[in-house]
């Protein structure tokens, strides 16, 4: 079992930065591909990035802007969040899949974080 938790979510004006982080516990991240997703009112859980031993991935909304990255040694990902627009605004869940290849699909990830809130003020 891998238990999620994120933070990092608040509230910040278009064009603004922050970085999400999703620490994780019960087995070590390095065999997991780690993703993060959002999902918005009436709409979706949508993917945004994800990471394995072998790269990372983006979706083409968030590519250039947003980063993801992860410290095995603090069992943690992050995903850093620059040029924020208020289409960005959702919660952000953090997910892990077991493996090396990396999904898109939300329903191939066993694992949830609770999810955090990123509110984007235009």
């Known amino acids: 079992q891998v238990q999620l938790v994120e933070s990092g979510g608040g509230l910040v004006q278009a064009g603004g930065s922050l970085r999400l982080s999703c620490a994780a516990s019960?087995?070590?991240?390095?065999?997991?591909?780690m993703g993060w997703f959002r999902q918005a009112p009436g709409k979706e859980r949508e993917f945004v990035a994800a990471?394995?031993?072998?790269?990372?991935y983006y979706a083409d909304s968030v590519k250039g802007r947003f980063t993801i990255s992860r410290n095995s040694a603090r069992n943690t990902v992050y995903l850093q969040m620059n040029s924020l627009k208020p289409e960005d605004m959702a919660v952000y869940y953090c997910?892990?899949?077991?493996?090396?290849?990396?999904?898109?699909?939300?329903?191939?990830?066993?694992?949830w974080g609770q999810g955090t809130q990123v509110t984007v003020s235009s």
């Open positions: 019960g087995r070590t991240i390095t065999g997991y591909v």
């Open positions: 997910a892990a899949r077991k493996g090396a290849v990396i999904s898109t699909e939300p329903d191939e990830y066993a694992y």
């Open positions: 990471i394995s031993w072998s790269g990372s």
